[in-house]
């Protein structure tokens, strides 16, 4: 398994400060990646027991090595954020005092060639973070013209969606689309050369990833239920990526804080605000430029935090 020494975690110092105001006991961390921000957190907080999930085996295996200093103080499993509840009562713990989720891909994935997320390789078109499940180029292989649009358009943010949609569409006629250098011709004959610093086929990547792995769906009741778990006085940071992410998280902060949602003109209230917690930060903490400068993936991550109202 490839290691990554470049590995840094993101907006890490100001995960460690939001978390570690209420002098936290447990901390869940429900997307450990490498377990970078779950080493620092128990650096940080000698008395802190963190629990660790994550959906890819690779990743919990590469935290297994990271956190083995910290054993005795750490619970590690394979599991989804979607099942919060159940993997707190299979551990035995309950009401964490922090619960940290750092939205998306992690560098180890990204970097790995296998793994297929990245057109920086060619490879097969996989995309799944846990390994199961459709593939990427299952869903290219399957999905209607229209579909491939929606999720274009929804996932990726990409203005020319019908152009590309319609691009892989005829290109799957003629030969199968199965890996990521197909994929990112098909793209790139579609929509032209590289203008400025964004590949083409970033948003096409962005776009497929999200919904192989259906992403942004779990996001929303699983804030919900780290919400419902946490302790009084206890805090949900929240990483985003992009602004998709980044819109979801607020709107649901902003629904478990008590607000509604709702589109405007909607008559009454369906979105069944529920005041469970405060929030902290009005808008995302941004890295500092240090930061972006020393890894540049950090340039689009935001950070919110809300806190647990005490009962
Ligand atoms: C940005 S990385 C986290 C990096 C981590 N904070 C670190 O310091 O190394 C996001 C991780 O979330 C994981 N993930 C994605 N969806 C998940 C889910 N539903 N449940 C648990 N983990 C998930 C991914 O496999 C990936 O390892």
């Known amino acids: 398994m490839p290691t990554t020494p470049r590995h840094r975690p993101v907006l890490c110092q100001e995960v460690v400060t939001a978390l570690a105001a209420p ?32 959906v890819d085996p690779d990743a919990l295996a590469q935290a297994r090595i990271t956190l083995a200093p910290f054993s005795s103080r750490t619970h ?6 979607s099942n919060l509840a159940s993997v707190l009562r299979e551990a035995g713990v309950s009401q964490p005092d922090g619960v940290l989720f ?6 180890l994935q990204l970097d790995s060639p296998e793994r297929g ?28 013209e229209e579909e491939l649009i929606r999720i274009l358009r929804d996932y990726g943010e990409e203005p020319r969606a019908r152009r590309v949609a319609r691009a892989i569409a005829s290109a799957r006629q003629r030969e199968p689309l199965r890996t990521t250098g197909q994929l990112r011709q098909v793209v790139a004959r579609a929509l032209g050369p590289r203008r400025g610093r964004t590949d083409p086929a970033t948003r ?15 996001i929303p009741p699983a804030l919900a239920e780290a919400a419902r778990l946490l302790a009084p006085g206890g805090r949900l ?12 998280v607020k709107r649901t902060l902003k629904r478990l804080s008590g607000g509604c949602v709702c589109p405007p003109g909607t008559r009454g209230c369906a979105c069944n605000p529920q005041a469970l917690l405060d929030i902290v930060t009005r808008r995302p903490i941004r890295p500092a430029a240090a930061e972006v400068a020393a890894n540049p993936r950090a340039r689009s991550a935001g950070l919110r935090v809300a806190q647990r109202r005490e009962a």
Request: hydrophobic share 50%.
């Open 237 to 248: 940071a929240a990483i985003t990526f992009h602004s998709l992410e980044d819109r979801l």
């Open 23 to 54: 002098s936290p006991r447990l901390i869940v961390d429900a997307t450990l990646g490498l377990g970078g921000h779950a080493r620092a957190l128990l650096e940080a907080l000698p008395e802190l027991f963190l629990l660790g999930i994550d």
């Open 102 to 107: 750092d939205l998306g891909v992690s560098s």
């Open 76 to 81: 590690l499993a394979l599991a989804s954020y």
């Open 117 to 144: 997320f990245s057109f920086r390789f060619d490879a097969p078109l996989d995309m799944r973070f846990s390994g199961r499940g459709m593939t990427a180029a299952d869903l290219v292989a399957t999905l209607s």
């Open 204 to 218: 096409t990547f962005q776009a497929l990833r999200i919904a192989t792995n259906r992403e942004l769906e779990g």
